[in-house]
């Protein structure tokens, strides 16, 4: 295991790029994932450790244009309290309510639940539903450069995403909703917060003339990275949500899942759990 040689706190983006320019370092946000893991010999925290936490540029929540932008050192926390987390995007206000402890919750930010790409991170599936955009800044030639990614493209497996090794994630973007949308999270586990999801399902679109259009499905740990579930989506796109439709939609969902057996669910029970779920979600958001 690589011993931490040098410990940097930067305290601007243009110094944290720089550093991360220099190669080999291992980014520390709350450390409420990295930490255990480093302590299971599971990583290693060196040779450069660079804690984030001191970087202004990635903090607040903030209206930008058509998008609310959210920094990557946003806590769950901050964002269950935040005005326009709570207003606009309630889908992942429900999902920090859903997530951990008090404890966890104050240090573990979004970017670092982004960044850990487990496939059952719980605000990636409402992230993905909404329709994030992740933003990446990085200094190859002496200057900044970002550039923007969807969110449902970033992962490439457990604890892999599309971010180069010099690139800090700096953000996560939402277009604002339009009127007439609606989403709704939901989170299995043994218990109600305090544990890893067994599945989680997210769902989202534009009710219009009571069928639901631009629709979103994606669902947690039921493959290497979270998903989007277009053959679900399909069964629901431009249709009203009656109880065939509904019907149509959770066997779909079912029969498009892959999921492994582990130690919090069978594949099996996993596949029943996204049949049911999914189906009580789509009458939640008929009847609403
Ligand atoms: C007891 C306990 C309970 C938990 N419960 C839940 C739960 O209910 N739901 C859930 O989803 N998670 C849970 N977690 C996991 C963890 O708390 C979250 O994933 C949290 O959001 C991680 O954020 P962090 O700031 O602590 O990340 P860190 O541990 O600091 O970092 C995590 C990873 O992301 C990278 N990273 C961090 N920030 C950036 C950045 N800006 N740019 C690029 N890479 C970055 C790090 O290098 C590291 O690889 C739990 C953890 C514990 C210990």
């Known amino acids: ?107 573990g930010t979004i970017g670092g639940n982004i960044g850990n790409a487990s496939p059952a991170g719980d605000t990636l599936v409402p992230l993905i539903v909404l329709d994030a955009v992740v933003e990446l800044a990085s200094k190859p030639n002496g200057s900044v450069a970002t550039r923007r990614m969807p969110l449902a493209e970033f992962f490439t497996g457990p604890g892999r995403t599309k971010r180069a090794a010099n690139e800090l994630l700096t953000a ?50 039921v493959a290497p990275t979270p998903v989007r579930a277009p053959r679900t989506e ?13 019907a149509a939609a959770a066997n779909a969902a079912r029969d498009e899942v892959a999921p492994i057996d582990d130690v919090r669910a069978t594949a099996w029970y996993r596949k029943e759990l996204i049949h049911n779920m999914t189906k009580r979600m789509l009458d939640h958001v008929a009847q609403a």
């Not at 601007?12 to 220099?22: C, H, R, T, Y």
């Not at 599971?42 to 903090?59: D, F, H, Q, S």
């Not at 609606?182 to 679109?205: E, H, M, N, Q, W």
């Open 172 to 221: 996560v973007r939402i277009p604002l909703p339009r009127a007439g949308h609606v989403a709704r999270f939901y989170k299995f586990g043994t218990r109600p917060a305090l544990d890893i999801s067994a599945i989680s399902i997210g769902i989202a679109g534009v009710v219009r003339d009571g069928a639901l259009t631009d629709t979103r499905v994606a669902f947690g740990a």
């Open 1 to 107: 295991m690589t011993e931490i040689e040098r410990y940097a706190a930067p305290t601007s983006l243009d110094e944290a790029l720089g550093i991360l320019q220099q190669g080999e370092v291992r980014i520390l946000a709350g450390g409420t994932d990295l930490m255990p893991q480093s302590k299971a010999g599971r990583l290693a925290l060196g040779p450069t450790l660079m804690n984030i936490r001191r970087v202004p540029e990635l903090k607040g929540v903030a209206l930008d244009g058509d998008a609310i932008r959210i920094g990557a050192l946003t806590t769950i926390t901050e964002l269950l309290a935040d005005p326009l987390v709570r207003q606009h995007l309630p889908v992942l206000a429900e999902a920090c309510d859903h997530f951990a402890s008090d404890q966890i919750r104050n240090a």
């Open 234 to 246: 399909a069964a629901l796109e431009g249709k009203r949500l009656d109880a065939a439709t509904i």
